[in-house]
């Protein structure tokens, strides 16, 4: 258990559609990342944010955004899906730059 | 940056040893290992922050040259517990994000 909960963990979307992901952070822990990982591969960063500001971005469109919210739980927002974002969602909650701990992921699926 | 991970894939027998190296062209400010499960998230094992400094967790243990920008993750005596994708993230110097390797994927045979 490392205190960090995503929801929903399933999730099937239509193309072109939007979805909201939710990650509640560990206790303590101010900063959040997001990372896709598709089947086979490493996490990719997604963003970060650090006390409700975003502090980093990697390399995704403009309908990949988010938010950090006072409590430091936060939302990650797609628009406009396509087939390519089906992948496994995780949110990894920290203290900075210290050691990350990941949820248990949300599975993306758009059809 | 991506760190680089090498070897791709090990097979091994159970209570033989494995080393998995991670090594990156930036300047390093941390390397952090990771196991992943089919299906699981990753699991954060150990975090490695200054040259040359050594952490063990049970039979794993691992060291970060800073010098060479580089870090081996070593699995001694492996269980089929071990059995995973092992994965180093590392944050550059200046930097905030924590970024992955392509993953190492371990199994262990009885």
């Known amino acids: 258990e490392t205190g960090v909960t995503q929801s929903p963990t399933h999730l099937i979307k239509t193309r072109g559609q939007q979805v909201t992901l939710r990650c509640s952070s560990q206790?303590?822990?101010?900063?959040v990342s997001w990372y896709q990982q598709a089947l086979g591969q490493g996490p990719q960063f997604i963003f970060q944010?650090?006390?409700?500001?975003?502090?980093g971005r990697g390399n995704f469109p403009p309908r990949f955004s988010g938010l950090q919210f006072p409590n430091y739980s936060s939302e990650l927002n797609v628009n406009a899906l396509e087939l390519d974002d089906s992948a496994l969602y995780l949110c990894?909650?920290?203290?900075?730059?210290?050691?990350?701990?990941f949820g248990q992921g949300t599975r993306l699926t758009v059809v | 940056q991506q760190p680089v991970q090498s070897p791709q894939a090990v097979i091994l027998r159970e209570g033989e040893d494995a080393v998995i190296n991670c090594s990156s062209s930036?300047?390093?400010?941390?390397v952090h290992w990771y196991r992943q499960k089919h299906g699981e998230a990753p699991v954060f094992l150990m975090i490695?922050?200054?040259?040359?400094e050594q952490k063990g967790h049970e039979k794993i243990s691992a060291s970060f040259n800073e010098k060479k920008q580089q870090s081996s993750l070593y699995l001694t005596a492996s269980q089929l517990s071990y059995s995973g994708t092992y994965f180093c993230?590392?944050?550059?110097?200046?930097?905030?994000?924590?970024?992955f390797g392509q993953g190492t994927r371990l199994t262990i045979n009885p």
């Open positions: 990894a909650s920290s203290a900075s730059r210290t050691e990350a701990f």
């Open positions: 206790s303590g822990h101010n900063t």
């Open positions: 944010y650090y006390r409700e500001e975003e502090n």
């Open positions: 930036k300047a390093l400010y941390s």
């Open positions: 490695l922050l200054k040259g040359g």
């Open positions: 993230g590392t944050i550059d110097q200046g930097a905030q994000k924590l970024v």
